[in-house]
C-alpha cells in the first residue's frame, strides 16, 4: 500500500514537473477548456485544403503544416490526418484552406486570415507568411477568440526584427540571467539541440526573423572555418523558421584571424581580407544576413585606431556583404572618457556629422536612449536626425538595469514608450517606430529548463517581437494574449497578469531610478544600488556623475547651464525638456540639477517627491505580491510557487533599492524623511560595505 502511494506520488509530480516547467512558452497547445467555443473550431478546422502553390515539401511550409497539425491536435484534439487534407483543389465548403497569393494582395511576409464562402482562408504570398498566419491563427485559438467574421490582414511594420544574443564562444552570456548559451560550440554541427528549433519556433510564432548568435564584445574566431561549419548548422535549423542568422564582427579579425599587420579600413590587403572572409561565409551560410559591430566602444577595436571614421569603417564591410545582399549593423553605442564630455551627447555628436557617408547598406544601431538601457531614459536624440541614414532601435529584453534575473518587470511599457515618443525631427507625428527601419533586441534567453530563468522573463521576449511586427501594438494587448497563452485564457487570470506586467515597470523605476536619475547601481555586475560610487577611473562610470547631488541639489544639469545636450533635440521638444516647469517628471533630473527644495506640480518639495516616489516602488512590490498571491489555485502550483518566489525577493531588492538611495542621498539633503516613507534602519555606510559576490556574471573571490 506504501509502495502503491509512493509511485502514485511520484507520478503525480514527475507528471506535473513536465507539464509546467515553462519550456513549452507561450506555445503550448493545451485543450480548450471552453466547450462552446472549442466545439465551434473544431468544426471551423476539422478539414484543411491546400491551393494548388502551396507545395508542402518546402521547409516552412512543412514547418507551418506540422506546427498546424501539433497545434489543432493539442488545442481541439484534431487530427489533421492525410484523409482531412486535400491538395490542390479549392476543397470542400467548410474548414481551412492556404492560399497563394501575388504580392499586390499581400505583402511579402505578411497574411491575411478571413472568412470566405464558409471556409476560413489564409492567405499569402511568400513561405514565411503561411507560418506566420498559422501562428496567428493558433493564437486565436489559445486567447479564444471569435473566429466569426474574421477579417484581417497582416504587414509587418518594420523588415528587421533581430535578436541580439550577447553569447560568448566559450558558453557564458553576458548580461545573462537565464544559464548558458543555448548554442552550443562544442558539439555542434554534430549535434542538433531540438532547442535550436524550438528557439527558432519561438521567434518565429512573434515575427522575429533575425538572430545575431554572438555577443557584441566579439571574438575572431567564430570566422575560422571550423565556427562557419557550426554556425551554418544553426543557420539550417533557423532557416525554415525564417529566422536568417548574423554574426558579430571584431575589426581587428584581419590580424587576429588574418595574420596581417593592420585593420586599417583603407588598406588594400584588409579591403581584400574582408572581401574573401565574406565570400567563405556565403559558401557556408547561402542567406547570411550579415554583420553587427561594436568598434571603438568599451575597449572594442575600431577605425578610430587608424585614424578613419566609423563610417570608413563600416563600409569596407558593407562593400564586402554588399554583392550577397548582406547588411552591416553598425553600433552607435559608442563614448569617451572625457571628464568635461557629457556622455549623452556623444553618439549624436560622433554620428550626426556621418550621415550621408555609410553604403546603402549600413544601418546605424542606436540604442533606445542616450545612455544605456537604464530603467527611463528620454529616447535617444539620434532617432530622425540622419535623414540619409537607416536606424535600427536597440533595446534590451534582458534586464541587466531593471532587477536582472529575478525581478517581475514587465518590458513592453518600457519598448512602447520609446517607440511611441514623437522626436518632432520632421513635424509632429515623427515618432521613433516611423524613423526606424527596425528593431534589435538583446536576447534574455538561456539554458534555464524555461528559457528566460525568471518566468515572466519569457514575456518580454514576446512583447519584442510583436512590437517589432507592429509598434503600435498596445501592451495590455500583448500581454492579455501572453497570459492567455503561457498560463490560462480564464479571464481573472489573464487580467491580474496583464495588470500586473504593466504596473511592474513604473514600480521598478520608482524603486530604482524615480524622476530622471540614472546609472545609479552597482559597479561591474550592475546588481543593486550603489550612488556612492565616485572613485572608479572613468568618470562616466561613476553613479556620482550621473546624480551630481550636493548640498544644493540634485541632477544632471544638460541645459544651456550645464552640458546644454538637450539642444539635440529638435525645438519643441527642447522647450519641453529644457525648463523644469515643462519637463514631465520622469525626465526632470535627467535634464536638470534642481533645489531639495524645488516645488513640483503636486505641491510636494523635490526632497519629499524623491522620498515618495522610492516609497511607492517599495509598496509596489507588495502589490505585486497580494495580486499573484491572489492567483493561487487559478493557475498551476509550479509556476505559482517559484514566481512567489521570485517576488519575495523583489520585495527585499526594492527596499534595498530605497533605503540605500535614500539613505546617500539624504546626506546630501539633510532634510527629514516625510509622513508615510519608512526610514532607511541602517546608515548608508551600512549599505556601502555589503558585497556580493554571487552576483551574476562575476567570479567569486576572497
Ligand atoms: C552595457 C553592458 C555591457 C555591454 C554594453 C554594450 O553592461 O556588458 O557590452 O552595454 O551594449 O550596458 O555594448
Known amino acids: 500500500m506504501r509502495l502503491l502511494l509512493l509511485l502514485f506520488c511520484f507520478g503525480l509530480s514527475t507528471l506535473s514537473l513536465q507539464a509546467e516547467d515553462g519550456y513549452r512558452l507561450w506555445l503550448r497547445y493545451d485543450p480548450i477548456q471552453n466547450t462552446a467555443l472549442g466545439s465551434a473550431y473544431r468544426a471551423q478546422l476539422g478539414q484543411l485544403s491546400i491551393g494548388p502553390d502551396v507545395d508542402t515539401t518546402q521547409a516552412t511550409l512543412a514547418a507551418s503544416l506540422l506546427e498546424l497539425r501539433n497545434g489543432l491536435r493539442g488545442l481541439l484534439g484534431v487530427e489533421l490526418t492525410p484523409a482531412r487534407i486535400s491538395v490542390g483543389t479549392s476543397g470542400a465548403a467548410g474548414g481551412l484552406r492556404w492560399k497563394r497569393v501575388g504580392e499586390d494582395e499581400v505583402a511579402r511576409e505578411g497574411y491575411r486570415l478571413r472568412q470566405r464562402d ?15 498566419g498559422t501562428f496567428h491563427l493558433l493564437r486565436l485559438l489559445q486567447t479564444e477568440a471569435d473566429l466569426k467574421g474574421l477579417d484581417l490582414l497582416e504587414t509587418p511594420a518594420k523588415e528587421l526584427r533581430i535578436l541580439n544574443h550577447w553569447d560568448n564562444l566559450d558558453g557564458t552570456v553576458e548580461r545573462g540571467y537565464a544559464g548558458f548559451s543555448i548554442f552550443n560550440w562544442h558539439t555542434l554541427p554534430d549535434v542538433l539541440d531540438p532547442r535550436y528549433t524550438d528557439y527558432a519556433r519561438a521567434c518565429a510564432s512573434v515575427g522575429i526573423n533575425g538572430s545575431v548568435v554572438t555577443n557584441v564584445n566579439a571574438n575572431s574566431l567564430i570566422f575560422r572555418e571550423d565556427y562557419l561549419e557550426k554556425a551554418a548548422a544553426l543557420a539550417d535549423v533557423f532557416r525554415p523558421y525564417g529566422v536568417r542568422l548574423y554574426l558579430t564582427a571584431r575589426f581587428s579579425a584581419p590580424v587576429e584571424l ?55 569603417g563600416a563600409n569596407v564591410l558593407a562593400d564586402a556583404l554588399a554583392p550577397y545582399g548582406g547588411i552591416v549593423m553598425w553600433r552607435a553605442f559608442v563614448y569617451n572618457s572625457d571628464p568635461e564630455a557629457d556622455r549623452a551627447a556623444q553618439a549624436y555628436e560622433e554620428f550626426v556629422p556621418l550621415d550621408g557617408k555609410f553604403r546603402d547598406n549600413v544601418m546605424v544601431q542606436v540604442k533606445n536612449g542616450p545612455i544605456d538601457f537604464q530603467p527611463r531614459e528620454p529616447f535617444s536624440p539620434l532617432f530622425g536626425a540622419t535623414p540619409e541614414t537607416p536606424l535600427l532601435l536597440e533595446l534590451q529584453i534582458t534586464k541587466e538595469y531593471l532587477g536582472q534575473g529575478t525581478h517581475l518587470v514587465g518590458l513592453a511599457p518600457l519598448f512602447s514608450e520609446v517607440l511611441q515618443a514623437d522626436t518632432r525631427q520632421n513635424g509632429p507625428g515623427t515618432t521613433v517606430a516611423s524613423t526606424v527601419s527596425g528593431l534589435a533586441g538583446v536576447s534574455n534567453v538561456g539554458t534555464a529548463r524555461n528559457w528566460t530563468g525568471h518566468p515572466f522573463g519569457q514575456a518580454d521576449w514576446y512583447a ?135 516645488q513640483m506640480d503636486n505641491g510636494n518639495t523635490l526632497w519629499e517627491e524623491l522620498c515618495y516616489r522610492y516609497q511607492a516602488g517599495v509598496d509596489g512590490t507588495e502589490w505585486l505580491a497580494i495580486k499573484w498571491a491572489a492567483l493561487e489555485g487559478e493557475i498551476d502550483p509550479e509556476r505559482h510557487a517559484e514566481v512567489s518566489q521570485y517576488l519575495t525577493i523583489q520585495q527585499r531588492e526594492a527596499e534595498w533599492w530605497k533605503n540605500a538611495c535614500l539613505a546617500y542621498f539624504q546626506t546630501f539633503a539633510q532634510r527629514p524623511f516625510p509622513d508615510g516613507v519608512t526610514p532607511p534602519p541602517h546608515d548608508v555606510d551600512h549599505y556601502r560595505s555589503l558585497d556580493y559576490p554571487y552576483a551574476p556574471g562575476i567570479r567569486p573571490q576572497w
Not at 499569402?124 to 506566420?132: C, D, E, K, T
Not at 501572453?482 to 487570470?493: D, G, L
Not at 487580467?495 to 552597482?522: D, K, Q
Not at 565616485?534 to 550645464?562: C, K, M, Q
Open 118 to 132: 464558409g471556409q476560413l482562408e489564409l492567405a499569402a504570398s511568400s513561405n514565411v507568411g503561411f507560418l506566420y
Open 258 to 312: 588574418g595574420g596581417l599587420e593592420t585593420a586599417d579600413p583603407l588598406d588594400p590587403a584588409v579591403i581584400a581580407w574582408w572581401a574573401e572572409k565574406t565570400r567563405e561565409i556565403y559558401e557556408h551560410i547561402p542567406d547570411f544576413g550579415g554583420f553587427v559591430v561594436k568598434a571603438n566602444s568599451e575597449g572594442q577595436p575600431g577605425p578610430r585606431e587608424y585614424g578613419r571614421s566609423h563610417a570608413e
Open 464 to 598: 519584442f517581437g510583436r512590437l517589432a511586427w507592429d509598434p503600435a501594438l498596445g501592451p495590455e494587448r500583448i500581454y492579455d494574449e501572453w497570459a492567455a497563452m503561457t498560463y490560462r485564457p480564464e479571464s481573472k487570470v489573464r487580467s491580474t497578469i496583464t495588470e500586473m506586467l504593466i504596473t511592474s515597470r513604473e514600480i521598478c523605476v520608482n524603486y530604482m531610478t524615480p524622476l530622471g536619475l540614472h546609472h545609479l547601481m552597482a559597479t561591474g555586475h550592475h546588481y543593486g544600488p550603489g550612488p556612492w560610487v565616485s572613485d572608479l577611473s572613468r568618470p562616466e562610470w561613476n553613479p556620482a556623475y550621473y546624480h551630481r547631488a550636493d548640498s544644493a541639489g540634485i541632477g544632471f544639469d544638460r541645459t544651456v547651464t550645464g552640458s546644454n545636450a538637450v539642444a539635440q533635440y529638435a525645438p519643441e521638444v527642447r522647450a519641453k525638456f529644457a525648463d523644469p516647469e515643462t519637463c514631465p517628471p520622469e525626465y526632470l533630473l535627467w535634464f536638470h540639477h534642481l533645489p531639495w527644495d524645488f
